[in-house]
């Protein structure tokens, strides 16, 4: 066996020595390295851990924030695998409740989606509703974003925007209403424009003639409703461009097929755009103005919400977060969030724009996992 074995050895050696040397004839360089030792066995490679994989559905205007969070925290906790999908809002819903996908975390635009989507069906797998406690934990104010070349850029103000949007030549963009929470807000902002400045021309030279079913309009002393036709589709020609979620429309406006755009503040700022900021009256997001943005409603008039009247009332901006009860990892999601409203967190947030309440607005608190309650006291107030 021994005799065997050198034979092997030798035939090795002069196996390698005869590529060399055809090697240096062609003129190519060799590092030539032959082992003292030939193993006849060797240990298996260790195999690689074997990490959790975390589904985080958000919506897409958190994806340059959570993109930073997801880096941090696997840093911290490497046992976990992030995986993260953006949509907009009511389509991240959609994904839990309707397509039935395991998801362990959903942050969504606007966190009254969750008790009217989650709370209000049940999960047949589970037997109970598909969430049942949330945690709202930032806000936003919605602007409008634009670019130097724009049409109009040099004089648009908080002011004149929808003078300047109204112009036909004008092209700007909106998130689809049926399915982001920004494109229902963008259709408040501007009937609360209307409002404030005491004239209802606003409205109509936006939207009238954009699509092949109109976007309905009625009002009264108390209260202007909106309604949004199931089937919204921009017509030939028209002006304005509508996208599913409004994270889409900011590749239009770099590359200059659109001019402007409705966009949350964060947004603009993480991409280095311009903004048009709107009044405190439009913009949806800021403190004490509860009462001027509850006379705006905005009404989906969707057949597959039949069990749900998908009805959106003019309130501030709050993004909210759950697990969902079928979630396959749920200590993992709740160790997601924890980190997302701990201190680190929060530094990312802010570092990206992104405003996070100093008290989250907790909703079903004593369904919280017990860290969260630990963490939050369930004592947080608005």
Not at 129 to 143: E, G, H, K, M, V
Not at 270 to 280: A, E, K, W
Request: charged share 20%; glycine share 6%.
């Amino acid at each position: 066996m021994l005799c065997l074995l050198l034979n092997k050895m030798s035939f090795f050696r002069s196996f390698l020595i005869g590529i060399w040397i055809a090697c240096l004839a062609a003129g190519c360089q060799v590092n030539l390295s032959i082992p003292a030792t030939i193993p006849v066995t060797g240990p298996a490679a260790t195999p690689p851990p074997i990490r959790t994989p975390l589904s985080v559905f958000a919506a897409g205007s958190l994806i340059i924030p959570f993109d930073e969070l997801e880096e941090a925290f696997e840093a911290r906790y490497p046992q976990v695998d992030v995986r993260a999908e953006y949509h907009g809002s009511i389509q991240v819903m959609r994904h839990v409740t309707d397509l039935h996908e395991p998801i362990d975390v959903v942050a969504t635009a606007d966190a009254s989606l969750i008790p009217m989507l989650m709370y209000a069906a049940m999960d047949e797998q589970t037997g109970r509703p598909y969430a049942d406690w949330y945690i709202q934990f930032a806000s936003n104010r919605l602007a409008l974003a634009y670019h130097p070349g724009s049409l109009g850029a040099s004089e648009i103000n908080a002011e004149n925007w929808p003078s300047v949007l109204a112009r036909p030549e004008v092209k700007f963009g909106l998130a689809d209403p049926r399915f982001d929470a920004s494109g229902y807000r963008a259709l408040m902002a501007v009937a609360l424009a209307e409002e404030r400045a005491g004239s209802y021309t606003t409205f109509g030279p936006l939207f009238d003639g954009q699509f092949s079913s109109p976007i309905a309009i009625f009002r009264d002393d108390l209260l202007t409703t909106i309604t949004v036709p199931e089937i919204l589709e921009t017509v030939s020609g028209a002006h304005l461009l509508l996208r599913g979620a409004s994270i889409q429309l900011i590749a239009l406006l770099e590359s200059g097929d659109l001019d402007y755009a409705f966009e949350y503040e964060s947004v603009i700022q993480q991409h280095g755009l311009q903004m048009v900021p709107l009044p405190d009256e439009v913009n949806l997001g800021a403190e004490g103005y509860d009462e001027t943005y509850r006379r705006v409603q905005v009404n989906l008039d969707f057949q597959r919400f039949a069990t749900v009247k998908p009805e959106f009332r003019g309130e501030r901006i709050g993004y909210g977060i759950t697990i969902p009860t079928g979630a396959p990892h749920p200590d993992e999601a709740s160790l997601f969030i924890a980190y997302l409203l701990g201190e680190e967190g929060r530094a990312i947030m802010d570092s990206n724009y992104q405003p996070v309440f100093t008290l989250p607005i907790l909703d079903g608190e004593d369904n919280l996992p017990p860290n969260l309650k630990e963490l939050l006291n369930t004592e947080a107030t608005p």
